[in-house]
């Protein structure tokens, strides 16, 4: 049976993930409260963001910075988005 979290980011019961996507606290919290469907769109936004940006995830500062838009993705709060971008049409 798939187990089912409450996702902070799309307020409804979803599929959680399979296993903490981080060590620690932070990925406690994620595998408690994001489901997959969240985490894989996260996954696509980062590296929009990762690309765009150009970000270097050996520079700490890049990475606090990721961190910290992927906790705004998650909660709900206005997040950088990439310049430019313009998602297929489906």
């Not at 979803?14 to 060590?23: D, K, S």
Request: glycine content about 6%.
């Amino acid at each position: 049976m798939t187990r089912t979290v409450m996702c902070r980011k799309y307020q409804e019961e979803l599929p959680g993930l399979e296993r903490p996507p981080y060590p620690g606290a932070k990925g406690q919290d994620i595998f408690e409260h994001v489901s997959a469907k969240a985490w894989a769109d996260w996954q696509k936004h980062q590296t929009l963001l990762i690309n765009e940006k150009r970000l270097n995830m050996m520079n700490a500062e890049d990475r606090k910075y990721l961190q910290g838009e992927m906790d705004k993705f998650f909660s709900g709060e206005e997040y950088a988005k990439a310049d430019g971008y313009v998602p297929p049409a489906e």
